[in-house]
């Protein structure tokens, strides 16, 4: 489980293909923190170290996560958002993240806030998805690329959030233009809301 408080962006190194899977290997600063079997988010998705090479480490992308999220995008010198598993004895600063992605939406706009910039997203639109939970509501919370973020303006298939300066600097959003796809995590409450509702 994850907050959505991105801790840095790491740096792809190489990218190996394996059959279906992808092997990414990344450079952080804490690296040398991290251990085999931990799961650390990467653009919002959970995936697991499986090894550490001095200051960089690989994680695998299965062909699932491939077709849900930006992953299959990435090229050598891409920056990438990551987050570490939350700890329990922490403050939950973000809002309920599990780092499995819905879907990818595309960046459709940018419009300039006055020292801030609102970001518009566009994502299918899909009425048996959107019953199953998987919008966005005004004032609600979603996840970009693995940022816990608030939404604004939302329709049925797009929606805006607002990225403050300090975001911009520390994230992977310095690099996000019109068309650019991004990860989306609808919130896990409205799922289990949804959910219920059709019991």
Sequence with gaps: MFSGIIEEFATV????????????TLTCSFVGELSIDQSVAHNGVCLTVVSIDGNKYTVTAMKETLDRTNLGLLQVG???????????????????VQGHVDETAR???????????????????????????????????????GVSLTVCNPTQNTFQVAIIPYTMEHTNFQDIRIGSVVN????ILGKYIARLQQL
């Design 107 to 145: 960046c459709i706009a940018m419009d300039d806030a006055n020292g801030s910039t609102y970001f518009t997203f566009e994502y299918k639109e899909d009425r048996e998805m959107a019953r199953m939970g998987y919008f966005t509501v005004d004032k609600g919370s979603v996840t970009v690329n």
């Design 78 to 96: 891409d920056k990438v958002n990551i987050e570490r598993s939350m700890l329990m004895n922490g403050r939950l600063d973000g809002h309920i």
């Design 184 to 187: 989306l995590e609808f919130d």
């Design 13 to 24: 190194v190489a990218i190996k293909k394996d059959r279906d899977n992808i092997d990414f």
